[in-house]
């Protein structure tokens, strides 16, 4: 199977973003958790889900909430609105 490429799985994550919302009782979850849901329900690969990874690792947001807490969330855990707009300028950008 051809891996897709990043454009195609942030698609993909933004499309699935609503198990952020879905997963409130662990406290919060945020993109990685998604990718790894979209991981562990086959829809992505394991070569795909460790793109996406370093994707948002190598391009995670410059923001006063960088690295929250032990942690390690780009965001303020559960929020899905400045998860979207980083999934739609990523996208453009790809």
């Given at each position: 199977?051809?891996?897709?490429?990043?454009?195609?799985?942030?698609?993909?994550?933004?499309?699935?973003?609503?198990?952020?919302?879905g997963?409130?009782?662990?406290?919060?979850?945020?993109?990685?958790y998604v990718?790894n849901?979209?991981?562990?329900?086959n829809?992505?690969t394991?070569?795909?889900?460790?793109?996406?990874?370093?994707?948002?690792?190598?391009?995670?947001?410059?923001?006063?909430?960088?690295?929250?807490g032990?942690?390690?969330?780009?965001?303020?855990?559960?929020?899905?609105?400045?998860?979207?707009?980083w999934?739609?300028?990523?996208?453009?950008?790809?």
């Amino acid at each position: 199977m051809k891996t897709r490429n990043i454009k195609e799985l942030l698609k993909i994550i933004l499309r699935n973003v609503e198990i952020i919302n879905g997963l409130q009782l662990y406290g919060g979850v945020g993109l990685c958790y998604v990718a790894n849901e979209l991981l562990h329900m086959n829809i992505f690969t394991l070569d795909e889900y460790c793109e996406v990874q370093a994707y948002i690792t190598n391009n995670k947001p410059i923001n006063p909430h960088t690295l929250i807490g032990k942690d390690n969330y780009y965001w303020k855990k559960g929020r899905t609105r400045p998860r979207i707009k980083w999934l739609k300028k990523h996208i453009k950008l790809n």
